[in-house]
T-cell receptor, first 112, second 116 residues
């Protein structure tokens, strides 16, 4: 069964550094999402992406965040200048025609 | 914004018992999804509900989409130790048009512990 994959599984970075989180969605999916989950809390929506552009973003998704789908397979989330409060699990998700989102295993980001 | 209230927050039960958890919202959704999350992993889809009143089963799991479209419940029958985890409900409101995003709004989760 196809799966969403994410790399790296863990990333430790210094405050102010740029990070890029990578995702390979399921190949026939059309809608792509990033969510984050601060430790012990619920999953929160960050951004949705359809037809090579952002379709919606949350208040969390400020100017420090950006997304790209550079080559038709990878889907990336970039944080330009990380802050301590960006420490969280980041999940990529994809959605085909069934209106059912499948999540990747996540990247655990720790900002020091 | 839209919020989901999920209850109970946690449950500690004996193996073999049945479990019930639910989600309510002040606004309607047209899809309800139930996910299970284990430590350090991503949410895994358990059941998807697309129509008000729909009752769907997946093995020992049964979920229903409330008639008002503002609530859903998940039942687990005859619980086993591997049912341990956090169960999340998520609502989605996808309307017509390419601008609609289908983002998921998650509940706070129900932490389930099963005593063998």
């Amino acid at each position: 069964e196809p799966e969403v994959t994410q790399t790296p599984s863990h990333q430790v970075t210094q405050m102010g550094q740029e990070v890029i989180l990578r995702c390979v969605p399921i190949s026939n999916h059309l809608y792509f999402y990033w969510y984050r989950q601060i430790l012990g809390q619920k999953v929160e929506f960050l951004v949705s992406f359809y037809n090579n552009e952002i379709s919606e973003k949350s208040e969390i998704f400020d100017d420090q965040f950006s997304v790209e789908r550079p080559d038709g397979s990878n889907f990336t989330l970039k944080i330009r200048s990380t802050k301590l409060e960006d420490s969280a699990m980041y999940f990529c998700a994809g959605d085909g025609s069934q209106e059912t989102q499948y999540f990747g295993p996540g990247t655990r980001l720790l900002v020091l | 914004g839209q919020q989901l209230n999920q209850s109970p927050q946690s449950m500690f039960i004996q193996e073999g018992e049945d479990v019930s958890m639910n989600c309510t919202s002040s606004s309607i959704f047209n899809t309800w999804l139930w996910y299970k999350q284990e430590p350090g992993e991503g949410p895994v889809l358990l059941i998807a509900l697309y129509k008000a009143g729909e009752l769907t089963s997946n093995g020992r799991l049964t979920a229903q989409f409330g008639i008002t479209r503002k609530d859903s419940f998940l039942n687990i029958s005859a619980s086993i130790p591997s049912d341990v985890g956090i169960y999340f409900c998520a609502g989605q409101l996808r309307v017509g048009g390419s601008s609609n995003t289908g983002k998921l709004i998650f509940g706070q989760g129900t932490t389930l512990q099963v005593k063998p």
